[in-house]
């Protein structure tokens, strides 16, 4: 249509490219510059409002720019400015943004990285604006995820855990233990099938067996705690699955999905971005991980968290912080679990009926409860491989799960070591 233009978005909804303007006589363009200058800079510092980086894409993202739109019309002289990083690409840039005061006042990302950001006084601890009420509005387990040196560094927007999967033309209930996991093994076995399949050689897919036999990675006092025990026996569990055919001896994440989609695996453990890898017409249901039979406690995975963040060189953290609470309201925890299937650590949004209906949602708010927070001191960087070698080692029989986790904890206390020098 002649004339048609894009209609203009929510004010700071969203980060757009300014239309390069028609070229003008150079004498008139540089009589009005400078009067030009003044007046976007007057503008730009009467108007500036709250700068939130983030990684959302699809569905994610929408809802996020929704929770955005609404702040945005309520408090027109504070908007929210969502910008768009890519992940692969956010640590990094985030790293160096921020200290040289050109990065964003508040940011979304995993906790991994928290206990290094805090360490380099990258982000504001929140205790100064978080008092108990408000914390309990979060299951306090994601609190936990969001927690370093006893300070409090970030809002929890949304979780993620394991939880187990099962083809209901193969299990006509979920095993509630791992004793009835193992008795899935020789009917599967016949049809050249397995009970389970998950990422038995990765420290995050071996985690429910570990604190599930009482295991640990770091004790209370977050010293390193690997060579225990439990530990020995979460190992020898994970070999002896393979050994009595429960589970395959290599198993990856395409692996898995492959394995369950073609009747191979008639259970499988993993996370909520399992559901995109299940084929069309495969008849499934998930429930929460079984007890560990050896034990009577429940096999718990890691629990990963996702918050907003805030910046140490934010230019306004009142206002800041007003956002992170709005963005992290149980109606905006709401419209994300409905719009995006986002689990999310609200504790009151599961009294909505559709949400506390929705068969994924139910189960994962479930399982949030038998969880463990994932480690966010930097030192858990230095965990992974040396683990999950050792754990290869043991799955494949070569080595005893006792000596090698010893070992194995002298290997990585000695990474620390060095890190620290």
């Keep these: 249509m002649l004339g048609?233009?894009?209609?203009t978005p929510p004010l700071g909804v969203e980060r757009i490219e300014l239309e390069q303007a028609a070229p003008r006589p150079r004498r008139t363009l540089a009589m009005w510059l400078p009067l030009v200058i003044l007046f976007v800079l007057s503008a730009c510092e009467s108007r500036r409002g709250i700068v939130l980086w983030h990684a959302y894409q699809g569905t994610e993202r929408d809802a996020l720019m929704r929770s955005a739109a609404t702040w945005n019309a309520?408090?027109?002289?504070?908007?929210?400015?969502?910008?768009?990083?890519?992940?692969?690409?956010?640590?990094?840039?985030?790293?160096?943004?921020?200290?040289?005061?050109n990065g964003p006042d508040l940011f979304i990302y995993p906790q991994d990285r928290i206990g290094d950001w805090a360490d380099a006084g990258v982000i504001e601890p929140l205790e100064f604006w978080v008092d108990d009420a408000r914390a309990d509005r979060f299951s306090s387990e994601a609190v936990a995820a969001m927690s370093y040196r006893g300070s409090l560094w970030?809002?929890?927007?949304?979780?993620?855990?394991?939880?187990?999967?099962?083809?209901?033309?193969?299990?006509?209930?979920?095993?509630?233990?791992?004793?009835?996991?193992?008795?899935?093994?020789?009917?599967?076995?016949?049809?050249?099938?397995?009970?389970?399949?998950?990422?038995?050689?990765?420290?995050?897919?071996?985690?429910?067996?570990?604190?599930?036999?009482?295991?640990?990675?770091?004790?209370?006092?977050?010293?390193?705690?690997i060579a225990t025990p439990e530990a020995a026996a979460a190992m020898g569990f994970a070999r002896d699955l393979v050994k009595g055919g429960v589970a395959a001896e290599r198993t990856d994440g395409s692996m898995v999905a492959t394995m369950f989609n073609e009747r191979k695996a008639a259970t499988v453990i993993s996370g909520p971005w399992f559901v995109s890898d299940i084929a069309s017409g495969v008849p499934w249901k998930?429930?929460?991980?079984?007890?560990?039979?050896?034990?009577?406690?429940?096999?718990?995975?890691?629990?990963?968290?996702?918050?907003?963040?805030?910046?140490?060189?934010?230019?306004?953290?009142?206002?800041?912080?007003?956002?992170?609470?709005?963005?992290?309201?149980d109606s905006a925890a709401a419209q994300r679990a409905k719009l995006a299937g986002q689990v999310v650590p609200n504790i009151g949004v599961y009294d909505d009926p559709a949400i506390a209906s929705d068969p994924l949602l139910s189960v994962f708010r479930a399982q949030l409860e038998q969880s463990v927070p994932m480690p966010i001191t930097p030192a858990m960087r230095l965990v992974w491989t040396p683990y999950e070698t050792a754990l290869g080692e043991v799955i494949a029989g070569r080595v005893d799960p006792g000596t090698q986790l010893l070992a194995t904890e002298r290997e990585i206390a000695g990474y620390i070591l060095g890190a620290h020098k």
């Design 154 to 225: 970030g809002l929890p927007l949304a979780v993620e855990s394991l939880v187990l999967y099962y083809r209901t033309d193969l299990v006509t209930h979920p095993p509630r233990t791992t004793d009835e996991l193992i008795a899935l093994g020789p009917t599967m076995r016949r049809k050249d099938g397995y009970a389970l399949a998950y990422s038995n050689r990765n420290l995050y897919g071996h985690a429910p067996w570990l604190f599930g036999f009482g295991g640990t990675v770091f004790d209370e006092h977050g010293a390193l705690a």
């Design 4 to 7: 048609w233009r894009p209609p």
């Design 74 to 101: 309520e408090h027109p002289d504070q908007p929210i400015e969502l910008v768009g990083v890519p992940y692969k690409a956010f640590a990094d840039k985030l790293t160096s943004a921020i200290p040289g005061g």
């Design 286 to 329: 998930i429930a929460t991980l079984p007890i560990v039979s050896a034990t009577g406690k429940p096999a718990k995975p890691f629990l990963g968290t996702e918050g907003i963040l805030m910046s140490a060189r934010a230019h306004d953290k009142s206002a800041a912080f007003a956002v992170m609470e709005a963005l992290t309201s």
